[in-house]
Structure formats: structure tokens, C-alpha cells
């Protein structure tokens, strides 16, 4: 029977010394870049618009949208198959319609939705959250929707504890549900 024997195998290791930088100045300098990338990059990544279904998101004229209707045309002698969405703005429920090639990339937004508990309704109309950190968070506005405005307001003021989901995206905020815990 043979024996596979292995051979060593030797790295050469390349160290650079200080004769290689022309003056020790080059050593001390500190490089500053700037990043020319758009900010709004981060708050969304891409995804082929052929594996964007119902119930998921996607940008839409720059809007995070919940897609409430996707169909998908076949080839035809003008190119591609094409995929067209329809979405809801998640922040103002307004309809918003775009047709992308199927094979194209789409941007999509993070979505993500926090818990706070509810502190107090401001004059100006902004309510206070405890966030689970400890420290408050003032800076949203009372909801639109008649249902949910009255629901917090009427829980408010029988005292309830109050626990309220916001939803955010993109740089934007919005109060979407809200959870009567027991009273205070």
C-alpha cells in the first residue's frame, strides 16, 4: 500500500522596512477620504425585481412602498420580461405604480418597527415615548389615521399603559399600532 507523504509547503513572507517609504514623514501622515456616496445608499439594498413578491417592500419614486399587487409580463420582441408593482407608501397609504425589467435590480428599504411606551401627549401635538434605554424620545407627531388618534387619546386619558409600534424607514417615522398593556 502507498502512502500519500506530503511535502512542506513554504510561505514567503514579504516585510516592508523603513527604507522603503522615502522619508519617515510618509509614515506619519494621517490620509483623510471623503465619501462621495449618497446617504440614502444605507437605507435600502438591492434585490432582482423578479424575487420582489406581494407583501414585501420596495422604493418606488424614492418612497418605501408596501407592494399590494406584482405582475409579471413575458418576452416580447422588444426585450425583456417586465415586472410591474404596485405599492402603498407606507407612511401616507398612497398608491404608487412602477414597471422594472425582470431581471433588473431593485431597491428595497429597511424597514423596521420599534416598541416605546407611551408617556404623554404634548400641546403642540407630539407625543413622548420611553424608549427601552431609559431616556425619552420626543420628536413624533400624533397620528393621522381617526382610529388610532382616538385610541391613543382615549387610553391616555384612562390612564392606561400604553405600549405604541413605530414603523421607520428611510429617515421617516410613523406610530402604526398600538397595545393597551393594563393600567398603570
Partial sequence: MLSHVSEPVYFSVITLSLNFFPNKAMLDEEHHFESKADAEASKTY????????????????????????????????????????????????????????????????????TDYQFIDISEDGFISLLTYSGSTKDDLRLPIDENLLSQIKDGFAEGKNLIVTVMSSMGEEKICTLKNIGPK
Fill in 46 to 113: 438591492p434585490q432582482h425585481a423578479g424575487t420582489i413578491w406581494k407583501n414585501g417592500y420596495i422604493v418606488i419614486k424614492g418612497r418605501p412602498c408596501k407592494v399590494v399587487e406584482v405582475s409579471t409580463s413575458k418576452t416580447g420582441k422588444h426585450g425583456h420580461a417586465k415586472c410591474h408593482f404596485v405599492g402603498i407608501f407606507i407612511f401616507t397609504a398612497k398608491k404608487l405604480e412602477d414597471i422594472v425589467p425582470y431581471l433588473h435590480n431593485c431597491d428595497v428599504p429597511h424597514v423596521s418597527r
